[in-house]
Every structure is written in C-alpha cells, then in structure tokens.
C-alpha cells in the first residue's frame, strides 16, 4: 500500500522556520520525482519545490527561491523553509511522480500569521 504522510506544519510567526517531512512507504521512492505543492485558501494548488530521482536536481517556485529548500533520502522528502511569510500560508502536500503514476499525501497545515 502507497503511503505518503506529512509532518511538520503549524503556526509560525512571520520570519521564522519549520520543517516539513513526508515520510514514504509501499513504492520504491528513489525512482520518483518529489515535489512538495501548497494550495492556499481560494486558489489552485500550486509546485513549491521539485526534486528529480537520479541526480537530485531542484525546481523551485519563484516566490520560495533563496528560502526554501527541498531535499530526499531513501523514503522521506523535506522541506525546510526560512523567512517564512505570510503569504506562505497553505496546506502542502507531497507528491510523488513518475511516468503515469502520481501518488499524494493529505496535506499539513502551516499558518504564517503574527
């Protein structure tokens, strides 16, 4: 069974940091691309941050670049993010994609308001 289970999320302060986790299970996480998307209240759920399987490479959303930074072990994606800001706000979730196959976690929570 494909399982992807996020962590991490909260409520930050403007300018802080949290980490979020998505810890893996029932797939062979190392041939997937991983992503972390956010959907925040009223709009479409947008790509954060991206990372290939072979070689690790990196896509970052403008607004998160030099903030944000997504990176993968064996079986669990993080992000950490820095300088955090309100419009950061949103339910993130973690993805894992390769060919056809697109598997998601339920999302976590994280509320940057002072």
């Known amino acids: 069974q494909v399982r992807l289970v996020e962590s991490g999320g909260g409520l930050m302060q403007p300018g802080g940091s949290l980490t979020l986790s998505c810890a893996t299970s029932g797939f062979t996480m190392s041939s997937y691309g991983m992503n972390w998307y956010r959907q925040a209240p009223g709009k479409e759920r947008e790509l954060v941050a991206g990372?290939?399987?072979?070689?690790?490479n990196t896509v970052y959303a403008e607004s998160v670049k030099g903030r944000f930074t997504i990176a993968r072990d064996s079986d669990t994606l993080y992000l950490q993010m820095n300088n955090l800001k309100p419009e950061d706000t949103g339910v993130y979730y973690c993805n894992a994609a390769l060919l056809s196959n697109s598997y998601w976690g339920q999302g976590t929570q994280v509320t940057v308001s002072s």
């Open positions: 990372i290939s399987s072979r070689h690790g």
